[in-house]
Protein backbone atom coordinates (compact mmCIF):
# COMPACT_ATOMS: atom_id res chain seq x y z
CA UNK A 1 0.00 0.00 0.00
CA UNK A 2 0.95 3.50 -1.20
CA UNK A 3 1.47 6.33 1.36
CA UNK A 4 -1.41 8.83 0.99
CA UNK A 5 1.02 10.84 0.03
CA UNK A 6 2.94 9.32 -3.23
CA UNK A 7 -1.16 7.54 -3.46
CA UNK A 8 -1.90 11.29 -4.17
CA UNK A 9 0.61 12.42 -5.97
CA UNK A 10 0.53 9.64 -8.68
CA UNK A 11 -3.58 10.19 -8.41
CA UNK A 12 -2.34 14.02 -9.97
CA UNK A 13 -0.03 12.65 -12.44
CA UNK A 14 -2.37 10.82 -13.77
CA UNK A 15 -4.78 12.94 -14.20
CA UNK A 16 -2.36 15.43 -16.60
CA UNK A 17 -0.99 12.08 -18.26
CA UNK A 18 -3.13 11.72 -21.74
CA UNK A 19 -2.25 7.91 -21.99
CA UNK A 20 -3.49 4.95 -19.70
CA UNK A 21 -3.13 5.77 -15.71
CA UNK A 22 0.29 3.84 -14.36
CA UNK A 23 0.14 -0.11 -13.13
CA UNK A 24 1.35 1.55 -9.91
CA UNK A 25 -1.96 3.53 -9.40
CA UNK A 26 -4.44 1.04 -11.09
CA UNK A 27 -2.58 -1.35 -8.26
CA UNK A 28 -4.19 0.88 -5.81
CA UNK A 29 -7.47 0.77 -7.31
CA UNK A 30 -10.36 -1.78 -6.76
CA UNK A 31 -10.82 -3.19 -9.75
CA UNK A 32 -13.84 -5.04 -11.28
CA UNK A 33 -12.36 -4.79 -14.67
CA UNK A 34 -13.62 -1.02 -15.22
CA UNK A 35 -11.15 0.87 -13.12
CA UNK A 36 -9.74 2.47 -16.10
CA UNK A 37 -13.33 3.87 -17.20
CA UNK A 38 -13.57 4.85 -13.61
CA UNK A 39 -10.23 6.76 -13.27
CA UNK A 40 -11.19 8.35 -16.38
CA UNK A 41 -14.03 9.99 -15.39
CA UNK A 42 -11.84 12.33 -13.19
CA UNK A 43 -9.58 12.40 -16.00
CA UNK A 44 -12.29 13.86 -17.73
CA UNK A 45 -13.18 16.37 -14.74
CA UNK A 46 -9.45 17.80 -14.94
CA UNK A 47 -9.18 18.44 -18.18
CA UNK A 48 -12.65 19.35 -19.62
CA UNK A 49 -13.46 21.67 -16.57
CA UNK A 50 -10.69 23.47 -16.74
CA UNK A 51 -10.72 23.91 -20.07
CA UNK A 52 -14.41 25.11 -19.81
CA UNK A 53 -13.18 27.69 -17.05
CA UNK A 54 -10.31 29.03 -20.21
CA UNK A 55 -13.08 28.97 -22.25
CA UNK A 56 -15.24 30.93 -20.66
CA UNK A 57 -12.02 33.45 -20.45
CA UNK A 58 -11.25 33.51 -24.03
CA UNK A 59 -14.48 33.30 -25.54
CA UNK A 60 -12.83 35.49 -28.66
CA UNK A 61 -10.32 33.38 -29.08
CA UNK A 62 -12.51 30.41 -28.88
CA UNK A 63 -14.60 32.15 -31.72
CA UNK A 64 -12.02 32.97 -33.96
CA UNK A 65 -10.33 29.32 -34.08
CA UNK A 66 -13.46 27.78 -34.04
CA UNK A 67 -14.92 25.11 -30.53
CA UNK A 68 -12.58 22.45 -31.98
CA UNK A 69 -9.74 23.84 -32.68
CA UNK A 70 -10.01 25.93 -29.07
CA UNK A 71 -11.02 23.09 -27.20
CA UNK A 72 -7.80 21.10 -28.32
CA UNK A 73 -5.63 23.72 -27.38
CA UNK A 74 -7.69 24.02 -24.46
CA UNK A 75 -6.57 20.51 -23.43
CA UNK A 76 -3.15 20.67 -24.10
CA UNK A 77 -2.62 23.94 -22.15
CA UNK A 78 -4.57 22.27 -18.85
CA UNK A 79 -2.18 19.57 -18.79
CA UNK A 80 0.79 21.76 -19.57
CA UNK A 81 -0.40 24.29 -17.21
CA UNK A 82 -2.47 23.14 -14.44
CA UNK A 83 -4.17 25.85 -12.47
CA UNK A 84 -1.82 27.68 -10.16
CA UNK A 85 -4.44 29.09 -7.88
CA UNK A 86 -7.37 27.93 -5.11
CA UNK A 87 -9.82 29.50 -7.89
CA UNK A 88 -10.78 29.58 -11.53
CA UNK A 89 -11.01 33.23 -11.61
CA UNK A 90 -8.13 34.31 -13.30
CA UNK A 91 -7.27 30.74 -14.74
CA UNK A 92 -5.23 31.13 -17.74
CA UNK A 93 -3.16 33.70 -17.52
CA UNK A 94 -0.27 31.90 -19.70
CA UNK A 95 -2.63 31.23 -22.39
CA UNK A 96 -1.41 33.88 -24.40
CA UNK A 97 2.03 33.13 -24.36
CA UNK A 98 1.11 29.59 -25.08
CA UNK A 99 -0.61 30.45 -28.28
CA UNK A 100 1.90 31.99 -29.32
CA UNK A 101 4.45 28.91 -28.78
CA UNK A 102 1.62 26.83 -31.17
CA UNK A 103 3.30 26.33 -34.69
CA UNK A 104 -0.07 26.33 -36.39
CA UNK A 105 -0.91 29.46 -35.10
CA UNK A 106 1.37 31.21 -36.83
CA UNK A 107 -0.71 32.21 -39.30
CA UNK A 108 -2.74 34.19 -37.08
CA UNK A 109 0.08 36.53 -35.47
CA UNK A 110 -2.74 38.56 -33.49
CA UNK A 111 -4.26 35.51 -31.57
CA UNK A 112 -1.96 36.16 -28.35
CA UNK A 113 -3.08 39.96 -28.43
CA UNK A 114 -6.58 39.07 -28.20
CA UNK A 115 -6.01 36.77 -25.60
CA UNK A 116 -4.05 39.05 -23.26
CA UNK A 117 -7.02 42.02 -24.24
CA UNK A 118 -9.40 39.56 -22.78
CA UNK A 119 -7.47 37.94 -19.89
CA UNK A 120 -6.69 42.17 -19.11
CA UNK A 121 -10.92 41.81 -19.32
CA UNK A 122 -11.50 39.79 -16.31
CA UNK A 123 -8.69 41.06 -14.53
CA UNK A 124 -10.91 44.29 -14.23
CA UNK A 125 -13.62 42.46 -13.42
CA UNK A 126 -12.54 41.22 -10.72
CA UNK A 127 -10.07 44.10 -9.89
CA UNK A 128 -11.07 46.19 -6.33
CA UNK A 129 -13.27 48.41 -6.32
CA UNK A 130 -12.43 51.75 -6.14
CA UNK A 131 -13.63 55.64 -5.61
CA UNK A 132 -13.20 57.99 -8.61
CA UNK A 133 -11.60 60.76 -8.71
CA UNK A 134 -13.38 63.79 -7.96
CA UNK A 135 -13.65 67.35 -8.96
CA UNK A 136 -13.22 68.63 -5.55
CA UNK A 137 -9.80 66.96 -4.80
CA UNK A 138 -8.66 68.38 -7.97
CA UNK A 139 -9.93 71.91 -7.70
CA UNK A 140 -8.50 71.88 -4.63
CA UNK A 141 -4.93 72.07 -5.82
CA UNK A 142 -3.78 75.37 -7.33
CA UNK A 143 -2.89 75.04 -11.74
CA UNK A 144 0.44 75.67 -11.90
CA UNK A 145 1.41 73.14 -9.49
CA UNK A 146 -0.42 70.21 -11.24
CA UNK A 147 2.52 69.17 -13.83
CA UNK A 148 4.25 67.71 -9.95
CA UNK A 149 1.33 65.50 -9.15
CA UNK A 150 0.66 62.26 -10.19
CA UNK A 151 -2.34 60.56 -10.93
CA UNK A 152 -3.52 57.47 -9.56
CA UNK A 153 -5.16 55.19 -12.64
CA UNK A 154 -8.24 53.18 -11.24
CA UNK A 155 -7.10 49.75 -9.71
CA UNK A 156 -8.91 47.90 -12.61
CA UNK A 157 -7.05 49.70 -15.31
CA UNK A 158 -4.76 47.57 -17.76
CA UNK A 159 -3.42 49.08 -20.83
CA UNK A 160 -2.80 46.51 -23.74
CA UNK A 161 -0.61 46.95 -27.51
CA UNK A 162 -0.66 45.36 -30.33
CA UNK A 163 0.87 45.80 -33.80
CA UNK A 164 -2.02 44.87 -35.00
CA UNK A 165 -5.87 45.73 -35.02
CA UNK A 166 -6.33 43.55 -32.36
CA UNK A 167 -9.12 46.32 -30.75
CA UNK A 168 -10.89 45.49 -33.77
CA UNK A 169 -10.52 42.37 -34.32
CA UNK A 170 -12.20 41.73 -30.76
CA UNK A 171 -14.91 44.10 -31.17
CA UNK A 172 -16.38 42.32 -34.42
CA UNK A 173 -16.59 39.22 -32.48
CA UNK A 174 -18.21 40.22 -29.69
CA UNK A 175 -21.85 39.71 -31.71
CA UNK A 176 -22.23 36.32 -33.09
CA UNK A 177 -22.44 36.63 -36.71
CA UNK A 178 -20.34 39.48 -37.16
CA UNK A 179 -19.19 39.79 -40.88
CA UNK A 180 -17.05 42.58 -40.30
CA UNK A 181 -13.90 42.05 -42.25
CA UNK A 182 -11.01 43.31 -41.25
CA UNK A 183 -7.07 43.89 -42.65
CA UNK A 184 -4.52 42.97 -40.52
CA UNK A 185 -2.47 46.19 -42.55
CA UNK A 186 -4.74 48.43 -41.05
CA UNK A 187 -2.30 48.86 -38.25
CA UNK A 188 -1.10 48.53 -34.73
CA UNK A 189 -3.83 49.22 -32.14
CA UNK A 190 -3.81 50.69 -28.28
CA UNK A 191 -5.95 49.43 -25.89
CA UNK A 192 -7.30 50.56 -22.43
CA UNK A 193 -9.28 48.36 -20.00
CA UNK A 194 -10.93 49.95 -16.97
CA UNK A 195 -14.22 49.07 -14.79
CA UNK A 196 -15.06 52.36 -13.18
CA UNK A 197 -17.97 50.93 -11.92
CA UNK A 198 -19.72 47.45 -12.38
CA UNK A 199 -19.13 47.77 -16.38
CA UNK A 200 -15.84 46.87 -17.49
CA UNK A 201 -14.94 49.52 -20.43
CA UNK A 202 -12.75 48.48 -23.39
CA UNK A 203 -11.78 51.10 -25.82
CA UNK A 204 -9.19 51.86 -28.56
CA UNK A 205 -7.12 55.66 -27.42
CA UNK A 206 -3.71 57.27 -29.47
CA UNK A 207 -0.54 56.22 -28.80
CA UNK A 208 -0.06 59.22 -26.82
CA UNK A 209 -2.71 58.65 -24.41
CA UNK A 210 -1.94 55.18 -23.93
CA UNK A 211 2.14 56.09 -22.97
CA UNK A 212 0.56 58.70 -20.93
CA UNK A 213 -1.51 56.55 -18.72
CA UNK A 214 1.13 53.67 -18.54
CA UNK A 215 3.66 56.08 -17.14
CA UNK A 216 1.02 57.34 -14.95
CA UNK A 217 0.46 53.75 -13.41
CA UNK A 218 4.18 53.53 -13.35
CA UNK A 219 4.10 56.24 -10.74
CA UNK A 220 5.64 58.91 -12.51
CA UNK A 221 4.69 62.81 -12.42
CA UNK A 222 1.79 64.33 -14.97
CA UNK A 223 4.81 65.96 -16.04
CA UNK A 224 6.73 63.09 -17.14
CA UNK A 225 4.25 61.20 -18.27
CA UNK A 226 3.19 63.77 -20.44
CA UNK A 227 6.75 64.92 -21.96
CA UNK A 228 7.20 61.07 -22.55
CA UNK A 229 4.00 60.85 -24.32
CA UNK A 230 4.76 63.84 -26.51
CA UNK A 231 8.01 62.41 -27.67
CA UNK A 232 6.55 59.10 -29.09
CA UNK A 233 3.19 61.60 -30.59
CA UNK A 234 3.32 64.43 -31.06
CA UNK A 235 -0.60 64.66 -31.79
CA UNK A 236 -1.38 64.05 -28.23
CA UNK A 237 -4.22 66.31 -26.70
CA UNK A 238 -3.75 66.75 -23.42
CA UNK A 239 -6.76 68.79 -22.73
CA UNK A 240 -9.20 66.89 -24.85
CA UNK A 241 -8.02 63.51 -23.15
CA UNK A 242 -8.65 65.29 -20.03
CA UNK A 243 -11.97 66.74 -20.75
CA UNK A 244 -13.46 62.50 -21.79
CA UNK A 245 -11.18 60.68 -19.13
CA UNK A 246 -9.95 62.78 -16.00
CA UNK A 247 -13.70 62.71 -14.21
CA UNK A 248 -14.76 59.71 -16.03
CA UNK A 249 -13.78 56.61 -13.96
CA UNK A 250 -10.06 56.07 -15.42
CA UNK A 251 -8.24 57.45 -12.15
CA UNK A 252 -9.18 57.25 -8.71
CA UNK A 253 -7.36 59.70 -6.92
CA UNK A 254 -4.02 62.50 -7.06
CA UNK A 255 -0.53 61.36 -6.24
CA UNK A 256 1.18 64.18 -4.16
CA UNK A 257 4.37 65.10 -5.61
CA UNK A 258 7.25 63.31 -4.76
CA UNK A 259 9.42 65.93 -2.10
CA UNK B 1 -16.99 47.44 -2.19
CA UNK B 2 -18.72 50.80 -1.49
CA UNK B 3 -19.47 50.61 2.59
CA UNK B 4 -22.54 51.67 2.54
CA UNK B 5 -23.56 48.37 0.82
CA UNK B 6 -21.60 46.84 3.87
CA UNK B 7 -24.20 48.43 6.30
CA UNK B 8 -27.10 47.61 4.67
CA UNK B 9 -29.67 45.95 6.64
CA UNK B 10 -29.99 42.52 6.40
CA UNK B 11 -32.13 39.25 7.16
CA UNK B 12 -31.44 37.32 9.91
CA UNK B 13 -28.33 35.40 9.25
CA UNK B 14 -29.48 31.92 10.29
CA UNK B 15 -30.61 29.59 7.57
CA UNK B 16 -34.06 28.54 8.20
CA UNK B 17 -35.89 25.24 8.22
CA UNK B 18 -36.56 25.81 4.31
CA UNK B 19 -35.52 25.00 0.98
CA UNK B 20 -33.14 26.86 -0.58
CA UNK B 21 -31.66 27.06 -3.94
CA UNK B 22 -27.46 27.36 -5.83
CA UNK B 23 -27.22 30.57 -6.92
CA UNK B 24 -26.15 31.38 -9.95
CA UNK B 25 -24.89 34.14 -11.82
CA UNK B 26 -27.61 33.31 -14.44
CA UNK B 27 -30.43 34.38 -11.76
CA UNK B 28 -28.95 37.27 -10.05
CA UNK B 29 -31.15 40.02 -11.66
CA UNK B 30 -34.49 37.63 -11.14
CA UNK B 31 -33.78 36.91 -7.45
CA UNK B 32 -33.21 40.82 -7.36
CA UNK B 33 -36.53 42.09 -9.01
CA UNK B 34 -38.61 39.39 -8.34
CA UNK B 35 -37.74 38.52 -4.97
CA UNK B 36 -39.04 34.83 -5.29
CA UNK B 37 -40.37 33.10 -2.36
CA UNK B 38 -37.31 31.18 -1.53
CA UNK B 39 -35.79 30.03 1.69
CA UNK B 40 -31.83 30.74 1.07
CA UNK B 41 -29.13 30.77 -1.48
CA UNK B 42 -25.78 29.01 -1.37
CA UNK B 43 -22.80 29.70 -3.33
CA UNK B 44 -19.17 28.28 -3.74
CA UNK B 45 -17.16 31.16 -2.01
CA UNK B 46 -13.85 30.58 -4.32
CA UNK B 47 -16.38 32.38 -6.94
CA UNK B 48 -16.47 35.38 -4.84
CA UNK B 49 -12.42 35.37 -3.95
CA UNK B 50 -11.75 38.29 -6.40
CA UNK B 51 -10.94 41.70 -4.84
CA UNK B 52 -13.98 43.36 -5.85
CA UNK B 53 -16.32 43.62 -9.03
CA UNK B 54 -19.97 42.26 -10.00
CA UNK B 55 -20.06 39.10 -8.33
CA UNK B 56 -19.53 40.50 -5.08
CA UNK B 57 -21.45 43.40 -5.50
CA UNK B 58 -24.51 40.80 -6.74
CA UNK B 59 -23.95 38.91 -3.71
CA UNK B 60 -24.42 42.03 -0.99
CA UNK B 61 -27.33 42.72 -2.99
CA UNK B 62 -29.11 39.36 -2.49
CA UNK B 63 -27.54 39.03 0.83
CA UNK B 64 -29.55 41.70 2.44
CA UNK B 65 -32.59 39.76 1.07
CA UNK B 66 -31.86 36.28 1.58
CA UNK B 67 -29.87 34.00 4.12
CA UNK B 68 -26.63 32.64 3.04
CA UNK B 69 -24.71 29.54 3.15
CA UNK B 70 -21.27 29.14 1.76
CA UNK B 71 -19.97 25.72 0.93
CA UNK B 72 -16.63 25.34 -0.29
CA UNK B 73 -15.11 23.38 -3.11
CA UNK B 74 -11.38 24.56 -2.54
CA UNK B 75 -9.81 23.82 1.08
CA UNK B 76 -9.05 20.00 0.23
CA UNK B 77 -9.42 18.57 3.64
CA UNK B 78 -8.37 14.92 2.69
CA UNK B 79 -4.69 16.67 1.22
CA UNK B 80 -1.66 15.16 2.52
CA UNK B 81 -0.54 18.80 1.85
CA UNK B 82 -1.50 21.26 4.25
CA UNK B 83 -4.35 23.47 4.34
CA UNK B 84 -3.59 27.27 2.23
CA UNK B 85 -3.96 29.53 4.77
CA UNK B 86 -4.26 31.96 2.15
CA UNK B 87 -7.14 30.19 1.06
CA UNK B 88 -8.21 30.05 4.74
CA UNK B 89 -7.78 33.82 4.72
CA UNK B 90 -10.18 34.44 2.36
CA UNK B 91 -12.42 32.32 3.14
CA UNK B 92 -12.58 34.19 6.42
CA UNK B 93 -12.85 37.43 4.98
CA UNK B 94 -15.92 36.05 3.29
CA UNK B 95 -17.65 34.30 6.53
CA UNK B 96 -17.12 37.90 8.29
CA UNK B 97 -18.38 39.86 5.46
CA UNK B 98 -21.77 38.20 4.36
CA UNK B 99 -22.39 36.17 7.91
CA UNK B 100 -23.68 33.37 6.07
CA UNK B 101 -25.42 30.93 8.37
CA UNK B 102 -23.83 28.04 7.08
CA UNK B 103 -19.83 26.87 6.08
CA UNK B 104 -19.44 23.65 4.28
CA UNK B 105 -16.89 21.57 2.57
CA UNK B 106 -16.27 18.34 0.86
CA UNK B 107 -15.07 14.94 2.10
CA UNK B 108 -12.46 14.80 -0.43
CA UNK B 109 -9.22 16.21 -1.63
CA UNK B 110 -7.96 18.66 -4.75
CA UNK B 111 -4.66 19.72 -3.81
CA UNK B 112 -2.13 16.80 -4.49
CA UNK B 113 1.13 18.10 -6.08
CA UNK B 114 1.85 21.67 -5.75
CA UNK B 115 -1.11 22.49 -8.85
CA UNK B 116 -4.71 22.33 -8.15
CA UNK B 117 -7.02 19.72 -9.67
CA UNK B 118 -10.35 22.07 -8.87
CA UNK B 119 -12.27 18.31 -8.68
CA UNK B 120 -13.09 16.96 -5.77
CA UNK B 121 -11.01 13.61 -5.49
CA UNK B 122 -11.79 10.40 -3.44
CA UNK B 123 -9.99 9.12 -0.44
CA UNK B 124 -8.84 5.98 0.45
CA UNK B 125 -11.02 5.65 3.67
CA UNK B 126 -8.05 4.71 6.41
CA UNK B 127 -6.85 5.87 9.63
CA UNK B 128 -4.35 8.27 8.80
CA UNK B 129 -6.54 9.62 6.17
CA UNK B 130 -8.73 10.16 9.01
CA UNK B 131 -6.44 11.84 11.30
CA UNK B 132 -5.78 14.05 8.40
CA UNK B 133 -9.00 15.04 7.71
CA UNK B 134 -9.82 15.83 11.50
CA UNK B 135 -6.82 17.67 11.79
CA UNK B 136 -7.33 19.77 8.79
CA UNK B 137 -11.32 20.66 9.68
CA UNK B 138 -10.04 21.57 13.27
CA UNK B 139 -7.89 24.36 11.63
CA UNK B 140 -10.31 25.43 8.99
CA UNK B 141 -12.77 25.39 12.30
CA UNK B 142 -10.56 27.52 14.30
CA UNK B 143 -9.47 29.64 11.40
CA UNK B 144 -13.16 30.39 10.77
CA UNK B 145 -14.33 30.10 14.31
CA UNK B 146 -17.31 28.45 13.61
CA UNK B 147 -18.25 25.02 13.17
CA UNK B 148 -18.51 23.60 9.97
CA UNK B 149 -20.27 21.00 7.62
CA UNK B 150 -18.66 18.35 5.70
CA UNK B 151 -20.32 16.63 2.85
CA UNK B 152 -20.60 13.29 1.58
CA UNK B 153 -18.83 13.27 -1.89
CA UNK B 154 -20.08 11.58 -4.93
CA UNK B 155 -17.40 9.19 -6.01
CA UNK B 156 -16.61 6.37 -9.08
CA UNK B 157 -14.13 4.44 -8.01
CA UNK B 158 -12.74 2.94 -4.93
CA UNK B 159 -9.29 3.18 -3.42
CA UNK B 160 -8.20 -1.56 -2.87
CA UNK B 161 -6.89 -0.98 0.86
CA UNK B 162 -9.80 1.16 2.31
CA UNK B 163 -10.67 0.05 5.62
CA UNK B 164 -13.54 1.74 6.84
CA UNK B 165 -17.30 2.41 5.02
CA UNK B 166 -17.59 6.09 3.41
CA UNK B 167 -20.45 6.53 6.20
CA UNK B 168 -18.46 5.42 9.01
CA UNK B 169 -15.52 7.44 8.11
CA UNK B 170 -17.68 10.04 7.78
CA UNK B 171 -19.51 10.18 10.91
CA UNK B 172 -16.32 9.46 12.28
CA UNK B 173 -14.30 12.84 11.24
CA UNK B 174 -17.47 14.38 12.29
CA UNK B 175 -17.24 13.55 15.53
CA UNK B 176 -13.55 13.96 16.22
CA UNK B 177 -13.43 17.34 14.85
CA UNK B 178 -17.09 18.53 16.43
CA UNK B 179 -18.16 19.74 12.59
CA UNK B 180 -22.14 18.69 11.22
CA UNK B 181 -22.70 17.03 7.99
CA UNK B 182 -24.10 18.03 4.94
CA UNK B 183 -26.21 14.88 3.87
CA UNK B 184 -25.87 14.79 -0.07
CA UNK B 185 -28.80 12.55 -0.64
CA UNK B 186 -28.15 12.41 -4.70
CA UNK B 187 -24.44 11.61 -3.38
CA UNK B 188 -25.40 9.03 -1.23
CA UNK B 189 -27.67 7.35 -4.38
CA UNK B 190 -24.65 7.56 -6.74
CA UNK B 191 -21.88 6.30 -4.77
CA UNK B 192 -23.96 3.58 -3.40
CA UNK B 193 -25.20 2.71 -6.82
CA UNK B 194 -21.20 3.39 -8.25
CA UNK B 195 -20.06 0.64 -5.65
CA UNK B 196 -22.87 -1.72 -4.82
CA UNK B 197 -23.43 -0.40 -1.31
CA UNK B 198 -26.23 -0.54 0.45
CA UNK B 199 -28.18 2.51 0.72
CA UNK B 200 -30.27 1.91 3.66
CA UNK B 201 -27.11 0.65 5.43
CA UNK B 202 -25.71 4.08 4.79
CA UNK B 203 -28.31 6.04 5.56
CA UNK B 204 -28.77 4.40 8.95
CA UNK B 205 -25.33 4.61 9.81
CA UNK B 206 -25.80 8.58 9.82
CA UNK B 207 -26.71 10.50 13.51
CA UNK B 208 -29.76 13.04 13.16
CA UNK B 209 -28.31 15.31 15.49
CA UNK B 210 -25.46 15.31 13.14
CA UNK B 211 -27.09 16.47 10.15
CA UNK B 212 -27.03 20.30 9.40
CA UNK B 213 -27.83 20.66 5.71
CA UNK B 214 -28.97 18.47 3.34
CA UNK B 215 -28.16 18.23 -0.57
CA UNK B 216 -30.37 17.45 -3.73
CA UNK B 217 -29.72 17.03 -7.19
CA UNK B 218 -29.79 15.51 -10.50
CA UNK B 219 -27.55 13.45 -11.91
CA UNK B 220 -26.82 11.54 -15.46
CA UNK B 221 -26.15 7.35 -16.44
CA UNK B 222 -23.86 6.24 -18.43
CA UNK B 223 -22.54 2.92 -19.43
CA UNK B 224 -19.64 1.38 -19.00
CA UNK B 225 -18.02 -1.95 -20.24
CA UNK B 226 -19.69 -3.50 -17.59
CA UNK B 227 -22.71 -2.47 -15.75
CA UNK B 228 -23.33 1.53 -15.38
CA UNK B 229 -21.72 4.63 -13.86
CA UNK B 230 -23.87 7.05 -12.29
CA UNK B 231 -22.45 10.84 -12.92
CA UNK B 232 -23.10 13.73 -10.49
CA UNK B 233 -23.57 16.60 -13.06
CA UNK B 234 -25.69 18.50 -11.34
CA UNK B 235 -27.50 18.84 -14.56
CA UNK B 236 -31.08 17.63 -14.67
CA UNK B 237 -33.70 17.91 -11.45
CA UNK B 238 -33.45 15.30 -8.97
CA UNK B 239 -34.71 11.82 -9.64
CA UNK B 240 -38.07 10.53 -8.49
CA UNK B 241 -35.80 7.60 -6.42
CA UNK B 242 -33.58 10.44 -4.57
CA UNK B 243 -36.58 12.32 -3.88
CA UNK B 244 -38.38 8.98 -2.49
CA UNK B 245 -35.11 8.86 -0.62
CA UNK B 246 -35.13 12.37 0.53
CA UNK B 247 -38.73 12.43 2.00
CA UNK B 248 -38.28 8.75 4.22
CA UNK B 249 -34.65 10.48 5.62
CA UNK B 250 -36.20 13.42 6.74
CA UNK B 251 -39.65 11.37 8.09
CA UNK B 252 -36.96 9.78 10.01
CA UNK B 253 -34.90 12.52 10.99
CA UNK B 254 -36.56 15.21 11.20
CA UNK B 255 -36.30 17.85 9.17
CA UNK B 256 -33.00 19.62 7.58
CA UNK B 257 -33.32 22.92 5.48
CA UNK B 258 -32.59 21.34 1.95
CA UNK B 259 -30.72 23.17 -1.26
CA UNK B 260 -32.15 22.44 -4.62
CA UNK B 261 -28.29 22.50 -6.56
CA UNK B 262 -27.54 22.89 -10.54
CA UNK B 263 -24.35 23.25 -11.48
CA UNK B 264 -24.89 22.67 -15.38
CA UNK B 265 -27.89 23.61 -17.63
CA UNK B 266 -29.16 25.58 -15.87
CA UNK B 267 -33.05 25.92 -16.52
CA UNK B 268 -34.96 29.44 -15.65
CA UNK B 269 -35.26 30.02 -12.09
CA UNK B 270 -38.96 29.09 -12.09
CA UNK B 271 -37.58 25.64 -12.46
CA UNK B 272 -35.68 25.35 -9.41
CA UNK B 273 -37.94 27.23 -7.24
CA UNK B 274 -40.80 24.64 -8.46
CA UNK B 275 -38.13 21.82 -6.85
CA UNK B 276 -37.58 24.08 -4.19
CA UNK B 277 -41.43 23.68 -3.24
CA UNK B 278 -41.66 20.53 -3.56
CA UNK B 279 -38.73 20.09 -1.15
CA UNK B 280 -40.58 22.91 1.31
CA UNK B 281 -43.47 20.95 1.29
CA UNK B 282 -41.76 17.78 2.53
CA UNK B 283 -39.78 19.42 4.78
CA UNK B 284 -43.54 20.79 6.58
CA UNK B 285 -44.80 17.45 6.55
CA UNK B 286 -41.63 15.86 7.75
CA UNK B 287 -42.05 18.80 10.28
CA UNK B 288 -45.59 17.90 11.40
CA UNK B 289 -45.06 14.12 11.12
CA UNK B 290 -41.87 15.10 13.83
CA UNK B 291 -43.79 16.67 16.29
CA UNK B 292 -46.25 14.15 16.86
CA UNK B 293 -43.45 11.07 17.09
CA UNK B 294 -41.19 13.22 19.15
CA UNK C 1 9.40 70.70 -24.68
CA UNK C 2 10.31 72.94 -21.51
CA UNK C 3 8.97 72.91 -18.61
CA UNK C 4 7.20 75.77 -18.66
CA UNK C 5 5.58 75.26 -21.57
CA UNK C 6 4.66 71.92 -19.70
CA UNK C 7 2.96 73.06 -17.03
CA UNK C 8 0.87 75.92 -18.83
CA UNK C 9 -0.31 72.97 -21.24
CA UNK C 10 -0.99 70.58 -18.21
CA UNK C 11 -2.72 73.75 -16.40
CA UNK C 12 -4.84 74.66 -19.06
CA UNK C 13 -5.94 70.82 -19.71
CA UNK C 14 -6.74 70.33 -16.05
CA UNK C 15 -8.72 73.86 -15.85
CA UNK C 16 -10.43 72.83 -18.94
CA UNK C 17 -11.64 69.61 -17.80
CA UNK C 18 -12.65 71.18 -14.82
CA UNK C 19 -15.08 73.52 -15.97
CA UNK C 20 -16.93 71.24 -18.46
CA UNK C 21 -20.08 70.24 -16.96
CA UNK C 22 -19.72 67.04 -14.87
CA UNK C 23 -21.43 63.90 -16.66
CA UNK C 24 -23.93 62.33 -15.13
CA UNK C 25 -25.04 58.64 -14.22
CA UNK C 26 -22.35 56.00 -13.10
CA UNK C 27 -19.60 58.43 -12.96
CA UNK C 28 -20.93 59.84 -9.98
CA UNK C 29 -18.53 57.62 -7.88
CA UNK C 30 -19.32 54.42 -6.20
CA UNK C 31 -22.33 55.82 -3.68
CA UNK C 32 -24.26 55.66 -6.99
CA UNK C 33 -24.96 52.06 -7.53
CA UNK C 34 -27.97 51.36 -8.47
CA UNK C 35 -29.79 48.35 -8.51
CA UNK C 36 -29.37 47.97 -12.05
CA UNK C 37 -25.86 49.03 -12.58
CA UNK C 38 -24.16 45.60 -10.79
CA UNK C 39 -22.41 44.96 -14.29
CA UNK C 40 -22.50 42.05 -16.55
CA UNK C 41 -23.00 38.75 -14.27
CA UNK C 42 -20.19 36.27 -16.06
CA UNK C 43 -21.04 32.35 -14.35
CA UNK C 44 -18.56 31.39 -11.75
CA UNK C 45 -16.28 28.82 -12.56
CA UNK C 46 -15.67 26.86 -9.54
CA UNK C 47 -18.35 24.16 -8.68
CA UNK C 48 -18.45 20.87 -7.79
CA UNK C 49 -19.84 19.12 -10.50
CA UNK C 50 -18.57 16.19 -12.62
CA UNK C 51 -17.85 16.72 -16.20
CA UNK C 52 -18.39 14.47 -19.42
CA UNK C 53 -17.86 11.06 -17.28
CA UNK C 54 -16.19 8.50 -19.13
CA UNK C 55 -16.51 9.30 -22.39
CA UNK C 56 -12.93 10.69 -24.12
CA UNK C 57 -13.63 14.42 -23.99
CA UNK C 58 -10.31 14.87 -21.48
CA UNK C 59 -8.30 11.84 -22.25
CA UNK C 60 -8.61 12.18 -26.14
CA UNK C 61 -5.35 11.30 -27.12
CA UNK C 62 -6.33 13.30 -30.19
CA UNK C 63 -4.44 16.56 -28.88
CA UNK C 64 -1.48 14.33 -27.77
CA UNK C 65 -0.09 12.89 -30.17
CA UNK C 66 3.03 15.31 -30.60
CA UNK C 67 3.90 15.27 -34.16
CA UNK C 68 0.53 14.37 -35.57
CA UNK C 69 -1.23 17.06 -33.54
CA UNK C 70 -2.82 18.96 -36.26
CA UNK C 71 -5.30 21.70 -35.39
CA UNK C 72 -8.45 22.86 -37.98
CA UNK C 73 -9.21 26.84 -37.49
CA UNK C 74 -13.02 27.00 -38.48
CA UNK C 75 -13.69 30.23 -36.76
CA UNK C 76 -14.11 33.90 -37.70
CA UNK C 77 -10.59 34.23 -38.68
CA UNK C 78 -11.48 33.51 -41.91
CA UNK C 79 -12.69 37.32 -42.07
CA UNK C 80 -9.07 38.50 -40.83
CA UNK C 81 -7.09 39.13 -44.01
CA UNK C 82 -3.95 41.50 -44.65
CA UNK C 83 -0.41 41.23 -46.39
CA UNK C 84 0.60 40.58 -43.04
CA UNK C 85 -0.49 37.11 -43.04
CA UNK C 86 0.60 36.46 -46.89
CA UNK C 87 4.16 37.96 -45.62
CA UNK C 88 4.35 34.80 -43.36
Known amino acids: MKSLSDLQREFCDALRAPGAPSPVLMDELLDDGTAPERFNVYRNNFVVLNGDALADMYPTIR ?85 RFGLEPHPSMHCISSDYPAYRIWAANQEEGSEETISLDSGPSHILIVRPGME ?57 PRT | MGEAEISQPRVEAPVPMRAGVSLKAQHYRTVIDRHPDVGWFEVHPENYMGRGGPPLGYLERIRRDYPLSLHSVGTSLGSHLPVDREHLGALKELVDRFEPGMVSEHLSWSHGREWYTHDLLPLRYTEDALNLVVAHIDQVQEVLQRKILIENPSTYLQFRDSEMKEQDFLVEAARRSGAGLLL ?102 AGEKYEVAV | MNKTATKAIVASAITTALALAPLTGVQAGSGDKSEKCYGVAKAGKNDCKAGPGTSCAGSSTVDAQGNAWMLVLKGTCEKIVGGSLAAK
Open chain 1, 63 to 147: RLIGDEAFRSLANRYVRTHPPESRTLLLYGDRFPGFLESIPELSRLPYLSDVARLEFAWTCAYHAPDAQLLGRDEVASIAAETFT
Open chain 1, 200 to 256: VETREVGEGAFLFLQRLQAGDSIEDAFDMAMQSDSAFDLAEFFAHHLFDGTFCALRK
Open chain 2, 184 to 285: DINNVYVSCSNHGWDIEAYLSAIPAQLVGEIHLAGHTVQTLRKGTLRLDDHGSAVCDEVWSLYKDCIQTIGPVPTLIERDSNIPEFTELLGEATVAGQALTA
